[in-house]
């Protein structure tokens, strides 16, 4: 925490066309985070991904959040204030519904901010001097090959990364996002390979079920053939690629859409 009692922001990149694109009536914002396993950041699950949507006509940037050897709940509280700070203008005004999208360990923190407890939220709260009711859920998440259960199937990596030395079954059982459902989590769209080597594909589906479990809207895509981190999918072509309009059409019907002509 600074000096000034505020926990420090890691950096938001804006896409250099984001406020541009705002300005000339996009809806909404996307916050990118990539994946890495919660020990690096991708280039090609950030920047790559906010270039496509600015292709597209769409508002975004990626966060810099914490890695290893931070430890949870440091990037979750790191798109938490993100979020706020979007929604109170101080990266510019966007307007619209502010969807998040993560990566592989990236989805697993998406996933967790579309999922907060009130318990993290005021714990955050408390140490930010914020508002809680400023520290909200995204309006959307998309969850790309996204690490989902820390105790079923899990990505061992992505677990060791995020907990550390507090490393133990009930606190990674506590942060397996489907177990973090509720009614109020929001509307969602999930993609994966399913001969997934890395993160396997029962994390996508893990997920739906708790999401239907729950009432939430979602939209589950699983394509036959794909290496795990293959981003936009560029390397490995159609079926793959097919994600990527059926997520422009998603965020469109969500109220994230580049300026109508």
């Keep these: 925490m600074s000096a000034t009692g505020r926990v420090p922001r890691v950096p938001l990149v804006l896409h250099p066309s984001a406020e541009e694109l705002a300005d000339g009536g996009a809806s909404g914002f996307v916050l990118v985070l990539p994946g890495g396993g919660y020990a690096g950041r991708s280039e090609h699950e950030g920047p790559g991904v906010t270039a496509f949507l600015a292709e597209r006509g769409i508002a975004s940037g990626h966060l810099e959040y914490p890695v290893a050897p931070a430890i949870h709940p440091d990037a979750l509280d790191q798109v938490l204030l993100a979020l706020a700070d979007l929604r109170a203008g101080v990266h510019g005004a966007f307007s619209g519904p502010v969807a998040v999208v993560g990566f592989s360990a990236g989805g697993h923190l998406a996933g967790s901010v579309a999922?907060?407890?009130?318990?993290?939220?005021?714990?955050?709260?408390?140490?930010?001097?914020?508002?809680?009711?400023?520290?909200?859920?995204?309006?959307?998440?998309?969850?790309?090959?996204?690490?989902?259960?820390?105790?079923?199937?899990?990505?061992?990596?992505?677990?060791?990364?995020?907990?550390?030395?507090?490393?133990?079954?009930?606190?990674?059982?506590?942060?397996?996002?489907?177990?973090?459902?509720?009614?109020?989590?929001?509307?969602?769209?999930?993609?994966?390979?399913?001969?997934?080597?890395?993160?396997?594909?029962?994390?996508?589906?893990?997920?739906?079920?708790?999401?239907?479990?729950?009432?939430?809207?979602?939209?589950?895509?699983?394509?036959?053939?794909?290496?795990?981190?293959?981003?936009?999918?560029?390397?490995?072509?159609?079926?793959?690629?097919?994600?990527?309009?059926?997520?422009?059409?998603?965020?469109?019907?969500?109220?994230?859409?580049?300026?109508?002509?």
């Design 115 to 261: 999922t907060v407890t009130e318990a993290e939220r005021a714990d955050l709260a408390a140490r930010d001097g914020a508002d809680v009711h400023t520290l909200g859920r995204p309006d959307l998440v998309t969850l790309s090959y996204a690490v989902i259960s820390l105790v079923n199937r899990a990505h061992v990596d992505s677990r060791r990364n995020l907990l550390g030395e507090t490393d133990t079954e009930a606190r990674a059982a506590s942060l397996s996002v489907e177990r973090r459902v509720d009614s109020n989590t929001p509307p969602a769209f999930l993609w994966h390979t399913a001969d997934d080597a890395a993160v396997p594909v029962e994390n996508s589906l893990l997920m739906a079920a708790a999401l239907r479990d729950a009432a939430v809207p979602f939209e589950l895509h699983v394509y036959p053939t794909g290496r795990h981190g293959v981003g936009l999918g560029d390397e490995v072509g159609a079926p793959v690629t097919d994600w990527r309009d059926a997520w422009i059409n998603w965020l469109a019907r969500g109220g994230v859409h580049p300026p109508r002509a």
